[in-house]
């Protein structure tokens, strides 16, 4: 059964900071994986979607890499900014299925 | 540029009471999805529609049932409401199986 974990749940980062949020999923016969931005009492956005042949996704600041063999993906933020503070959510989904599978999130603060 | 539309944002409803949420998307998108989102357990599928006219279980389907009237719009319903049903729900959709996902802004229910 996938299981999928992001860690830390929360993390706390002076503006202008880099930053890495980790993803780990259990099965690594994925068939794509979603990082998710969602802000409190929102919805979720879709930041990045990653096929499974791919390796890393970029979309401005934003890069999320993918490691299959690993089971490993990560969302790297560069010059973080307070208006990134949010939830990041990861979610995969493997062949052949409509559920995708999400994790917990990692509740990003970016300080002033 | 609407999106995915769901509506009531908030409602409370007494243990055995029934009702529907509703959700709307406007991206002519052919799949369409709910989620329930509870604290430490992240998103749950409860129901999705591959296409017009299908309908099949999640992974949390128990208590809930739902009706794709339309390409645009898919209902979910509840019942007989139980407080284990308190929770944030989201309606989501995409053009297709394991495409970007695209989700309303949820609604929160409280059964009591």
């Known amino acids: 059964k996938q299981e999928v974990t992001q860690i830390p749940a929360a993390l706390s980062v002076p503006e202008g900071e880099n930053l890495v949020l980790n993803c780990s999923f259990t099965?690594?016969?994925?068939?794509?994986l979603q990082w998710f931005r969602q802000d409190p009492g929102k919805g979720l956005t879709s930041l990045l979607l990653i096929q499974s042949s791919q390796r890393e996704q970029t979309s401005g600041r934003l890069n999320a890499s993918l490691d299959k063999s690993s089971g490993r993906s990560t969302l790297y933020i560069a010059a973080s900014q307070p208006g990134d503070s949010a939830t990041y959510l990861c979610a995969v989904t493997t062949s052949g299925t409509y559920k995708y599978i999400f994790g917990t999130g990692t509740r990003l603060k970016v300080l002033a | 540029n609407a999106g995915v539309t769901q509506t009531p944002k908030f409602q409370v409803l007494k243990t055995g009471q029934s009702m529907t949420l509703q959700c709307a998307q406007d991206?002519?998108?052919?799949?369409m999805y709910w989620y329930r989102q509870d604290p430490g357990m992240g998103l749950r599928l409860i129901y999705y529609s591959a296409s017009e006219g299908t309908t099949d279980k999640g992974e949390v389907p128990n208590g809930y049932n739902v009706s794709r009237l339309n390409k645009r719009e898919f209902s979910l319903r509840l019942e007989s409401a139980a407080p284990s049903q308190t929770s944030v729900y989201f309606c989501?959709?995409?053009?297709?199986?394991?495409?970007?996902?695209?989700f309303g802004s949820g609604t929160q229910l409280s059964v009591l």
């Open positions: 989501a959709s995409s053009e297709g199986q394991q495409e970007k996902l695209f």
């Open positions: 991206m002519n998108h052919n799949s």
């Open positions: 099965d690594s016969a994925i068939y794509n």
